[in-house]
């Protein structure tokens, strides 16, 4: 019934993850001394590093990252903030237990910069995607989306703030659905059983 979570920065999703309850059972970071790993380590979650600096390729880095991954046997693997794109085998392999948050009302703004692009494109509402990962990029099946106001003086940091208090409520309870054994994926569609609603709005 477990998660690995795989990042490679502050890991402020990771923390919310644990405070939630969601069951981490360890954390893999393509990054030498991000912060999640050290809140990994606070919370006594095996947290390893596999940096890909150290692959000859993609494909090569993908099969150490399975490999660690496997040897740990979890139910689901979430993405939270992990800034390498993986390869479609690898997509593959996680089909349907690979699930990402991205910080956008999908499918706008994929990719990186979202919170500066959201204001250069004057949206007005803007927010986080919880998605199953798929080949491609930031485009796989949506299982919950959280919507914030854009504001005239928002700034980038302003919104990311704002987006990511959203992201913090909105992935335990995308991952807890799934582990739930809630979440139904059909015709690349999601929905969850009983009902709960899937869209979030921020004041
Ligand atoms: C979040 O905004 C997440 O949506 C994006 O990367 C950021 C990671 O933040 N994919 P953190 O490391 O969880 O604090």
Known sequence: MSVVVLLSGRGSNLRALVEAGIPVSGVISN???A???AIAAARGIPAQT???RDFASREAFDAALAAAIDGLAPKLVA???FMRILTPGFAQRYAGRLVNIHPSLLPSFTGLDTHARAIAAGVKLHGCTVHFVTAELDHGPIIAQAAVPVRGDDTPDTLAARVLREEHALYPRALRWFLDGRLV???GQVRVKGGDAQAFFAA
């Open 79 to 81: 993405l939270a903030g």
């Open 31 to 33: 990054v030498a001394g």
């Open 35 to 37: 912060g999640g790993l």
């Open 50 to 52: 596999i940096a890909h």
């Open 185 to 187: 994926l059909e015709n």
